[in-house]
């Protein structure tokens, strides 16, 4: 498959990474096709990995995965122009208010009553926006197993139920075992998941190692 990567930073070439290694073929993208480390991505794979502007990108991206900070993802997905249209979008993005430094809040207009993940939908109607993967460390998010044999959880929202199983497919393809995908309805979810990288953060502060969430009941 061909899969777009919005966003050159750990998260998004991390991501890439293991789907190459899955044998999909990936596209970072940013805002400029000469971005250094996009180059640095394509030069440590031997095939399958490639760069361009987010634009080309996601016109490349069968699936594409949103990795650009929340503050600015809506531009960033402007920037793709209609390459968008119609796909899935892969939101791993967090709303995360650094204009103030810390303490770290969320951005005001994009919490309690809105998220990320809605603004996202609500600008772009015609795109299937799954939210997943944000509440964890970027390398836990592809090797679920490195915590507890993959004993954790992973939440997944969005409005198209179709969109979510395909994309639910793909965790199984990564590592992810179906009993640790907690499947929260609609992208109002968001709002939830978004909210758990303030207690992320926290946690990632007090402790030594990597850990994630665990919804037992």
């Known amino acids: ?14 991501i890439g990474s293991k789907l190459i290694e899955l044998g999909h073929e990936v596209m970072l ?7 250094e480390k ?12 490639y760069k361009g502007t987010f634009e080309e990108a996601a016109t490349f991206g069968e699936i594409i995965f949103n990795c650009v900070k929340g503050e600015f993802s ?3 997905l402007k920037s793709a122009g209609s390459g968008i249209n119609n796909k899935i979008i892969i939101d791993v993005s967090n709303p995360i208010d650094t204009s103030k430094g810390a303490p770290l809040s969320l951005i005001p207009e994009l ?3 809105n998220s990320l993940g809605e603004e996202i939908q609500r600008n772009f109607p015609n795109i299937k926006v799954v939210k ?15 915590l507890q044999d993959g004993d954790h959880t992973n939440f997944i929202c969005g409005n198209d139920e179709e969109a979510k199983n395909e994309v639910k497919n793909l ?14 309805g609609d992208i109002t979810a968001a709002r ?18 990597t850990f994630s969430i665990k919804v037992v009941n």
């Not at 993208?29 to 971005?35: A, C, D, E, P, V």
């Not at 997943?132 to 490195?146: A, D, E, H, Y």
């Not at 965790?171 to 009993?179: A, C, D, F, N, R």
């Open 74 to 76: 809506i531009a960033a």
């Open 171 to 184: 965790l199984y393809e990564i590592g992810w075992k179906e009993k640790s995908i907690i499947d929260l």
């Open 38 to 49: 996009a180059t640095e991505f394509v030069n440590k794979h031997d095939k399958n990995a």
């Open 29 to 35: 993208g940013s805002r400029s096709n000469t971005n």
């Open 1 to 14: 498959m061909k899969i777009a990567i919005l966003g050159t930073g750990a998260v998004g070439t991390t």
């Open 132 to 146: 997943t993967f944000n509440t964890m460390w970027s390398t836990l998010m592809m090797i679920p197993s490195m």
């Open 192 to 209: 939830g998941t978004e909210c758990l990288i303030l207690l992320w953060l926290k946690i990632w502060g007090a402790t030594i190692g």
């Open 111 to 113: 919490c309690n009553t």
